[in-house]
C-alpha cells in the first residue's frame, strides 16, 4: 500500500470497489467512485501510477516525438543549422525529456489518489473468488482485499508472436524500444498501424533509415483516404521506405543485425527490427476464470453499453476491452463504468473518439470519411482550406497539411473533418465542438463566426467558404 509503511507480510482490507490497473482507465473509474463516497483501492503491479500510458505508452512516445520534431524543425531552420551534430545521437539521450515527463505525471497523479484518499497497493491482483483480490506485492509479500464491487483496467501489452526472440537485444517491440541504447542506421518497423507509423516517423526524424512493413494494402485503412495518401506521401518524401502488403516469413537475429524474410521473398537487413503488430489485453494470470469470465483470444473482455461485464458486479474499460484502445477513451471509460456503478441514471458510452495520430505531420479526424459517405449515399460536399495559405502557418513555418470539411449539401450538416498537419489534434476539436453542437452543428457557424487572426483555427472559415462556394 503505497501511503503505509511495509510492516506484515499478509494484511486483509475491505473496500467498496475495487479497481485493478492505475491507468487513464482505472483513474477515471477511482476518481468517479471516490467522489461519489465509496471506500476505494487501486492495485497496479508498477511500483509507480500511471500506468502503460505513462510510462511506455503515449506519454513517453509522444515527448520522444516532440523532441524528435525540434530537431527537424532546427534542422531546416537556416537559423539554426549551426547547432551542432546531433545525428545519431542515442536514442536514450534522446529519451531524456520523455523520462522527465514521465516523473511529471507520476507525480501530479499520486496526488490526485492521495488527495481523493484511495489506497494504492502497488503488486500484482489475482482474483481468488467473486469478492476477493489477493495483491502478489513487489516485496514478496501478499494482501488480501475485499470488495463489493470491481473494474478491470489493467490495460494491454505488445502483442509477441511465438517465434521472435524479444529477448534478443535487436528484437524489440513498442515497450522494450524505449530502453534502445545504442546508435543504429538501419531499423526495420514490422505493422504499419498507429504505433508504427508514428515510430516510422520519430526514427526518420533522428536519420535513421526506415523500411515500414505493412501487412495491408495501405496505411491506416479506418482514415480519409486523402489523408491516408498524404500521411504515405510525407513518410516517403522524408525517406521512409513502405512496403505494403507483406507478411513475414522467419525472422534472423545476429549480434549485430537482422535480417527479415517476408513471404513474397523479399529479404531487409537491418540493425533492429521494432515489432508493432498488434496488442493482447492484460487478463492472463488474473483468475478471471474464478469469477466465470472468459476473455476473448486477444485478451480482452466484453462489456455492455453500462462497461459492465457478464458477472453484474465486475465492471471493465480501457484496453482490455479493445476499441478503441485510446488514452483519451479509456478515462472517460472508466468514468462511465463508476457512474454506473454508483447508479447515475442516462450514463452515455463513450462512443464518439476522434483520431489523433501524432506522425509527422499529425493526423486528426472526427465523424465519417468521404469513403464513408460515398458508400451510404450521403450527398455531401467538401470545404477545404491548405495550410500553406494561412499566415499563421507561413509564420510558425509549418506549410504542410490540410483541413478537410465534409458537410450535408442540403442542410449544411457537418459530416466528419479531416485534418493533417502540424497541430491536427488540437484543430480538430473546434470543428468537434461544432459539430457535436446541436445548435452550431452547419457550415455556416464557421462562414459567419469572427475567429483571431492569425491562427490556424483560421482554416475552418476558409474551408467553409470553399465548401459552400462548391454548392450551386
Ligand atoms: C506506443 C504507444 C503510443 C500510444 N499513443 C497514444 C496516443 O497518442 N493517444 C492515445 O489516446 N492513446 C495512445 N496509446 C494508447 C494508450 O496508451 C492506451 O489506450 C491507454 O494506456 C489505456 O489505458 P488503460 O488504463 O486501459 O491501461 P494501461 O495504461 O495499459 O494501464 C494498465 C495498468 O494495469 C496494470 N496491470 C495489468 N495487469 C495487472 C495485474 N494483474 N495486477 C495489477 N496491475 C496490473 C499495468 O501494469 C498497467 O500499469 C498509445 C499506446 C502505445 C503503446
Ligand atoms: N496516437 C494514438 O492515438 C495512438 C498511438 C499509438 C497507439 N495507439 C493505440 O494502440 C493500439 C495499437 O496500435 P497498433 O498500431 O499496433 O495497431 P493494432 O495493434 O491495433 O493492429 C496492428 C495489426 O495487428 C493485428 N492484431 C492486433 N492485436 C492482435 C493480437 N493480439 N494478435 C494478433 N494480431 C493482432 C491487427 O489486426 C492489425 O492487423 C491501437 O488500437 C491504437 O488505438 C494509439
Not at 60 to 87: C, H
Request: hydrophobic content about 40%.
Amino acid at each position: 500500500m503505497a501511503r503505509q509503511e511495509k510492516t506484515t507480510k499478509k494484511q486483509s482490507y475491505q473496500y467498496d470497489a475495487i479497481v485493478l490497473g492505475a491507468g487513464p482507465a482505472g483513474e477515471g473509474a477511482a476518481m468517479k467512485l471516490a467522489k461519489s463516497g465509496k471506500k476505494v483501492a487501486v492495485i497496479d503491479q508498477r511500483h509507480q501510477v500511471g500506468g502503460n500510458c505513462a510510462h511506455v505508452g503515449t506519454i513517453p512516445s509522444k515527448a520522444l516525438r516532440q523532441t524528435v520534431f525540434n530537431i527537424m524543425r532546427y534542422q531546416r531552420d537556416p537559423l539554426f543549422q549551426k547547432v551542432g551534430e546531433w545525428k545519431q545521437v542515442p536514442l536514450s539521450e534522446v529519451l531524456r525529456n520523455a523520462h522527465r515527463v514521465i516523473e511529471a505525471q507520476v507525480d501530479t497523479h499520486t496526488r490526485f489518489y492521495e488527495r481523493n484518499q484511495i489506497d494504492v497497493h502497488h503488486g500484482r491482483a489475482y482474483l481468488q473468488d467473486e469478492h476477493t483480490v489477493i495483491v502478489h506485492m513487489l516485496d514478496g509479500g501478499s494482501e488480501t482485499l475485499s470488495f463489493d464491487q470491481l473494474v478491470v483496467a489493467t490495460g494491454s501489452r505488445p502483442y509477441q508472436p511465438e517465434g521472435l526472440d524479444f529477448n534478443h537485444p535487436r528484437v524489440f517491440d513498442s515497450d522494450k524500444i524505449l530502453t534502445l541504447n545504442y546508435p543504429i542506421h538501419k531499423i526495420i518497423i514490422y505493422g504499419a498501424g498507429v504505433i508504427g507509423s508514428e515510430y516510422a516517423s520519430i526514427f526518420i526524424g533522428l536519420d535513421y533509415k526506415v523500411d515500414l512493413i505493412n501487412t495491408q494494402a495501405q496505411l491506416l485503412n479506418y482514415l480519409d483516404d486523402e489523408i491516408a495518401d498524404a500521411l504515405s506521401y510525407y513518410l516517403r518524401e522524408l525517406g521512409v521506405l513502405i512496403r505494403h502488403n507483406e507478411q513475414i516469413e522467419h525472422l534472423e537475429t545476429h549480434d549485430d543485425y537482422v535480417v527479415l524474410h517476408l513471404q513474397s521473398g523479399k529479404k531487409i537487413k537491418a540493425d533492429a527490427i521494432l515489432w508493432c503488430n498488434g496488442r493482447s489485453g492484460n487478463t492472463d494470470g488474473l483468475g478471471l476464470e474464478n469469477v466465470g469470465l472468459a476473455p476473448n483470444s486477444r485478451g480482452q473482455l466484453a462489456v455492455n453499453s453500462q462497461y459492465q461485464t457478464d458477472v453484474p458486479h465486475i465492471y471493465a474499460a480501457g484496453d482490455v476491452i479493445g476499441w478503441p484502445s485510446l488514452a483519451s477513451a479509456a478515462y472517460d471509460q472508466g468514468r462511465c463504468a463508476a457512474a454506473n456503478m454508483v447508479g447515475e441514471q442516462d450514463v452515455q458510452p463513450v462512443l464518439n473518439v476522434p483520431t489523433g495520430i501524432y506522425t509527422i505531420p499529425e493526423i486528426s479526424s472526427i465523424g465519417k470519411t468521404e469513403q464513408q459517405l460515398t458508400d451510404e449515399k450521403i450527398p455531401y460536399e467538401v470545404g477545404q482550406a491548405s495550410f500553406r495559405h494561412l499566415a499563421r502557418a507561413q509564420i510558425t513555418g509549418e506549410t504542410v497539411g490540410v483541413l478537410k470539411i465534409l458537410f450535408h449539401r442540403e442542410t449544411l450538416e457537418i459530416l466528419g473533418i479531416h485534418c493533417f498537419g502540424n497541430n491536427a489534434a488540437e484543430i480538430i476539436h473546434i470543428g468537434q465542438a461544432a459539430m457535436l453542437s446541436q445548435a452550431n452543428n452547419s457550415l455556416r457557424y464557421f462562414a459567419n463566426t469572427t475567429f483571431n487572426y492569425p491562427t490556424m483555427a483560421e482554416a475552418y472559415r476558409v474551408a467553409a467558404l470553399n465548401g459552400m462556394n462548391r454548392l450551386f
